[in-house]
């Protein structure tokens, strides 16, 4: 979850305050909010503190989809599995456990990047209503808004429980494709590719597939001795010929260094 600043965050603000700003901003932001989480009254300046308070009173800067995972957790199916109170309190138990560290990590993602975008807009010149509006739409348009009017209609009901994730990955893809500008979408895939490689954009690895079955009866039809075709393996060949790291074309520095120390293990086997 924490990627969401970076990865979605950071094309926002980009696209509109330029590159160097919003990285500035972005990591001014990280510190303020570590510093002040608990304690808000550290925030220093009291048109931030009052935004903040009007944001969390507007109820998008403590909006989690984990709301929605806890009231799945605690279904009629697993109450009867588990029957009493003692059931009871056991679901509940592991319904908040279990989502407490997926909410306060959105939370924090949105308290950032408000913060982050409340600053740019007042580097700008805007007014305080225009700074709050701005910051309140890159909250929502990066962090994405998971109320129940923002779901398509068949993602409603009863069926919403099916299709939960799939919010996430329908306002992602809106993103993706231009809904939030051609700046945003271009740098949105470009850092996409930084973190995963050409093997973790959308869709790459079924078109991969889908090649190499065309590929393989084409040449099959064409009397090839050799008909098999492996689109990865040859794209793994062009980067080492042109002097690239193979691994880090196809997957990226998130498989390499998205785990931090949990890569020591690798001296072990």
Known sequence: N??????????????????GAAVRSILAAYREVVRTFKDPEKVRDPKLLAAIERGMRDGYLDESIAVDLAA????????????????????????????????????????VTFHAAWRLAQQRGLDEEMSYQLAKDAVQSTQFEYAKWNRAAFMRGKKSVIFLFKNYTQQAAYLAFGGEGKGTALRFWAVLLFAAGLQGLPFS???????????????EKGGSGDPRTKIEEDLRQLAVEIGANPDLVMHGFGRYYGLGPLHMAAVFG
Do not use: C
Request: hydrophobic share 45%.
């Open 72 to 111: 799945i957790s605690d279904a009629p199916a697993l109450l009867r599995a588990l029957p009493g109170e003692t059931g009871s309190g056991l679901i509940n138990g592991v319904s908040y456990y279990g989502s407490w560290l997926f909410h306060k990590a959105e939370t924090f993602n949105r308290r």
């Open 2 to 19: 924490l990627t969401q600043v970076p990865m979605v965050t950071y094309p926002w603000l980009a696209a509109r305050f330029g590159d």
């Open 205 to 219: 690895e079924d078109l991969m597939a889908l090649l190499d079955a065309l590929l393989t009866q084409a040449k």
